[in-house]
């Protein structure tokens, strides 16, 4: 089946289709001039956010591990530094495990099998 997205968003940009993130992990992709990193969860929810870490600004969150946690009553997916393992909502970017800068992330949507990010934050 040959599918055609004829007006996609002006805000969103392109980066893959779904199917090229394996579950449960990060890859690393470049997206109009930003590092950024692209996950799929274990539930299959997509998430993006700055390949930097805002601790060290290391380059490394596409190989972080991605979690769940509960806050405020309701489970939100996370995803630790790699590095010193500082955990960041995937939703927000807020830092749960220190009073450490938040993860710039991105809105992802997913139209017709492939992913677009936003690309203005
Ligand atoms: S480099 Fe990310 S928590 Fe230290």
New binding site residues.
Partial sequence: MTTQLIDAPAALSELCFADDLETGWGEAAWLEGKQIAVYRTEHSGFYASSHR?P??G?K?MARGILGDATVDGHRVATIA?P????IYRLDTGDCLSAQGTALQVFGVQELDGRLWIEASK
Avoid: D, M, Q, R
């Fill in positions: 870490c601790s060290t290391a490394v530094c590095l010193h393992k500082e």
